[in-house]
């Protein structure tokens, strides 16, 4: 009879080991997944600042590189206004 109750006792514990097992393996998945999601969010989130940086910067030589266009625009027109006043100095003589 002994045998007999260990034999059922053992059948019933097999399926409740087998849930408990697969429910903490679970929850274990889950906490990694959670885990690489929120390393992968600070990833990206330091990605994003870089690029911010980065595009910062480049904004700031368009506009040096604008104003400095801008300049040398003023000189060109500066010496085409020069050059006719030149050509009309030459004609006279």
């Known amino acids: 009879m002994e045998n007999n109750l260990y034999t059922w006792a053992s ?3 097999a399926p409740v080991t087998g849930i408990v097992t697969w429910m903490v393996s679970r ?3 889950q ?3 959670l885990r690489d999601d929120a390393a992968t969010h600070e990833s ?6 870089t690029l911010a940086e980065e ?3 480049l904004h700031n ?3 040096k590189l604008l104003e400095a266009n801008t300049e040398l625009q003023k000189r060109i027109n500066q010496m085409e206004i020069q ?7 030459n004609e006279q003589l």
């Open 11 to 13: 059948l019933a514990l």
């Open 27 to 29: 929850q274990k998945r």
């Open 31 to 33: 906490n990694e997944t």
């Open 44 to 49: 990206l989130l330091a990605t994003i600042s």
């Open 55 to 57: 595009n910062q910067k």
């Open 61 to 63: 030589q368009i506009i």
């Open 83 to 89: 050059l006719k006043k030149n050509i009309v100095r």
